[in-house]
T-cell receptor, first 112, second 114 residues
């Protein structure tokens, strides 16, 4: 299975601090995506990084990808209360029939 | 318009009822998905439609029946569900089914089976 595994499962930090979440996966991928989900709502796409990319930025988000270690990290800088959510990595395999597989997620809680 | 809409937002049904979930997108996406999500778990893929044809059925019980009437609409017909089917049902769409990146998700339907 190519399923991603996020680490940690849950994270609580003070507002203003940086939050780092990690994702590991098992098989070669075409791309890796990060999604955010507020409680009981739909998922929102944050960022996509392709297998030939090593780092991408979007606003306060920084994503890295290490294909040799089959891992990715999501860094949220200067966290805000609104960042409280669950974060999922999702991997897409190389084959045309491969579907996107979501990891188990990290629940991030920003403390005021 | 980058929105996927789902109706109803909440649904409570008995085990003998028949109900339908609806999903709509107007982004011209040719792939649409149904996911099931239990609390504190990741979304689990149920069905994928590509160009209005069912391309993936993840061994979902027949009490769930998907339908894609046209490229903008996706339905999930429910019949004789079990209490363990209670979950958040998410619809998503994307430009295609591979190498097309982003899936756009609807807000979900919270289903409770009594």
């Amino acid at each position: 299975s190519q399923q991603g595994e996020e680490d940690p499962q849950a994270l609580s930090i003070q507002e203003g601090e940086n939050a780092t979440m990690n994702c590991s996966y098992k098989t070669s991928i075409n791309n890796l995506q990060w999604y955010r989900q507020n409680s009981g709502r739909g998922l929102v796409h944050l960022i996509l990084i392709r297998s030939n990319e090593r780092e991408k930025h979007s606003g306060r988000l920084r994503v890295t990808l290490d294909t040799s270690k089959k891992s990715s990290s999501l860094l949220i800088t200067a966290s805000r209360a609104a960042d409280t959510a669950s974060y999922f990595c999702a991997t897409e395999g190389l084959n045309r029939d491969d579907k996107i597989i979501f990891g188990k997620g990290t629940r991030l809680h920003i403390l005021p | 318009d980058t929105e996927v809409t789902q109706t109803p937002k909440h649904l409570v049904m008995g085990m003998t009822n028949k109900k339908s979930l609806k999903c709509e997108q107007h982004m011209g996406h040719r792939a649409m998905y149904w996911y099931k999500q239990k609390a504190k778990k990741p979304p689990e893929l149920m069905f994928v439609y590509s160009y209005e044809k069912l391309s993936i059925n993840e061994s979902v019980p027949s009490r769930f029946s998907p339908e894609c009437p046209n490229s903008s609409l996706l339905n999930l017909h429910l019949h004789a569900l079990q209490p363990e089917d209670s979950a958040l049902y998410l619809c998503a769409s994307s430009q295609g089914t591979h190498s097309t990146g982003t899936q756009y998700f609807g807000p979900g339907t919270r289903l409770t089976v009594l």
